[in-house]
């Protein structure tokens, strides 16, 4: 029983040779198709009906040696003394004058419509006598073979002999779609350059009503006078001049037609894929429209091709089943199209079409490129399309295979950049977004905060940004923080955005040597209030004063700075400097706090006290003298050197040091202290109680020209 195969229904018991169906050699192909049709030549009752086998197997010459090519087998009724599976004389047959010349390989059999095809490759022996593939016809009805006629089938690039088949549909329409290998010069033996072929049944069927009709009434010649048609098989026929209309009277033939019937023209197509491993099976689905073929390769790899509208395919991918071990042609899809069954010499593997559901994102599920695969927008997951409630609506269902298609996106929000310490509506433009009922509608969620109602217009959405307490911590360090905006559909998230909290406070305290230009210059909009100390996105100060961000005014040139050193940077250690610093835009501080020169030295703070002279609009600090000390043990240090008025520390620009230096650090001998460049002014004194490299003022006697000639201790 084919619904259950454990269930035996018949078995011969002592087989005749007229009941042998199979070839018994395992290197020659046999192919079936039953059909059931009424039993007109047995004079049964009306309704009456004959199930038939007709069978397609290649020579052997093992076993009864007079089995044709094709025969037509009973399968019911079965009355004594008939037998099943016999080859009867009344049932048809495909007479051959030498089969072995011939020698067909079948690859399918198959019923469609009133009629019954078969795929074969066999010898061209009418032309080169080299290799070529066939498909033929028979009436269903037919029981004598008068219907068969066969045409060859041409897959450009040199792929001659099938090796798979299948009946599909394609674009809506019927479609034989033929795997072909390239045939080992003038033999039946196939190489692995191979390719996929496509012929639609109602261009092949026109082909085969056309060879019929040039055979029937124009003896086989075409209107160029050219041989288009002839009889094949070596039996005594030929092609006539019936009248016209015979093919249309006798469309299945009759006993004064010409049969069988061979085009000499073939029926072309261009590969619609081409490997350089041997393919060896295919069959094919139709998903939402599309049509997906499925190919058996030699080396146990299942091939998955998109066949385009325009019978190009794209390869979207490939899986190794069984290695090393050739698929075999059954290749077949279940009932529900939901797995594939890949027959090789050792296993049955069951695999599926898809894997969509393993893409749990929509950018994940783009990616995968299988046809089979969309992002279901409302659902949230990766789906057949079929499986997508609103699959027929804009933008609810994205096909995972069209390269223009992109998920769902927050474009841009606006504004993308907000205060920390302010509340405001938030903007979102949306890319593919879909369309809702209108009981439904969307949410934001920042971050792990609790929703908020959005307010879709055409493809902006509106929400609320969260109350500046209900926002999460700044971390140390930072001025700002990211969070994200996910658009929801009740708990699935449909699109996800970042948005930016800053603060400007945070921006003057990450910055304390220069917080005004800090704040000023900040990507963000922060805006500096001078006499409050303050960093803020507001545009009013609580002291009237303030200085605006860059964006909106001249930002940074405007900040109270401390801009230049007006004395020389190199300050000699131990000796009394004066350091004189050049200010401007102080003009804003009007209290009578006083002005104070820091010099911060190994973490120790030097306050001087300053006078001020003013120019215009820059303002003059000569700091009372220091002697400056440090205790590392190096030629230079670089202290850091800013003004304070009252507690305010006034901003210094980037790099502002003085460099302070030791002329005796790693100055040993004459030689390397007049090494040292000569504006640290660093001298050799030969004085008491010893020479020593020290700074030119501080030398007591007259410093050396020349360094002495060296002294050799030892050797």
Sequence with gaps: SLSNISQLIYQTSNPVDTQYVAANDPRVSTVA????????????????IL???????????KGPGDIPPITTRRLFPVVPPRRAFSQEEELGKLVVGSYSEYNNHFVKA???????????????????????????????????????????????????????AWLGNHSGEPALFVVMAAGQASTPVATARSALCVYGMAKLDAMLRKAQEVCYTEGGRG???????????????????????????????GEHTPNPIASAVPLPARPTFTSTTQLTAVTTATEAGHTIAF??????????VLVRSDWSGDLYGSLLVDSDSAVSADL?????????????????????????????DCQSCLAVRDPYCGWCVLEGRCFRKHQCQRHMQPNHWLWSFEPTNQCVTVQSLQPANQSKDEQTQVMLSVVQLPALTEAESLSCVFGLLPPQPAIVTGTSITCQSPAPELLPPM?????????????????????????????????????????????????????????????????????????????????????????????????????STTVVLQGRNLDIYTNEAQYVCVVEIEGVQ??????????????TFTCSPHQFQYAVSQLQYLAPVYLRRGDRRIDASPGLRLQLYDCSAGQSDCSQCRAVPEEYGCVWCPGSPAPSCVYNQSCTSIPADTCPPPQISQV
């Design 223 to 253: 209107s160029s006078g050219q041989e288009e048609a002839y009889i094949e098989y070596a039996v005594s026929s030929k092609c006539l001049k019936l009248p016209k209309d015979s093919l249309s009277e006798y469309p299945c033939g």
């Design 33 to 48: 198709v039953v059909i059931t049709t009424e039993n007109k030549q047995e004079g049964g009752e009306a309704g009456g």
């Design 295 to 304: 190919l058996g390769d030699r080396e146990g790899q299942l091939h998955k």
């Design 606 to 619: 030097f306050n001087l006290t300053a006078a001020v002279e003013t120019h215009e609009n820059t303002h």
């Design 51 to 61: 199930r038939l086998m007709l069978v397609g197997r290649g020579y052997t010459s």
């Design 332 to 360: 077949l899809l279940d009932e529900g199209q939901q797995h594939v069954y890949v027959l090789t010499n050792s296993r049955l593997s069951k695999v599926p079409v898809s894997s969509c559901e393993r893409q749990t």
């Design 475 to 575: 971390l140390t360090g930072s001025d700002h923080m990211i969070v994200p905006v996910s658009l929801m559909f009740g708990h699935v998230t449909i699109t996800t955005g970042n948005m930016t909290f800053y603060d400007c406070g945070a921006v003057s305290r990450l910055n304390q040597s220069s917080q005004c230009l800090a704040c000023v210059s900040s990507v963000w909009r922060c805006n500096w209030c001078p006499l409050d100390q303050l960093c803020t996105h507001n545009h009013s100060c609580p002291n009237q004063h303030i200085i605006l961000n860059q964006r909106e005014s001249p930002g940074p040139t405007s900040c109270p700075l401390v801009f230049a050193l007006q004395s020389s940077a190199l300050v000699p250690l131990g000796l």
């Design 110 to 164: 198959i019923a469609h419509g009133n009629h019954v095809y078969f795929l074969f490759s066999r010898r061209d022996m009418w032309h080169k006598k080299e290799y070529r593939t066939y498909a033929s016809r028979l009436c269903t009805s037919d029981r004598s073979f008068y219907s068969y006629v066969e045409v060859p089938l041409q897959c450009h690039g040199g792929y001659n002999l099938a090796q798979g």
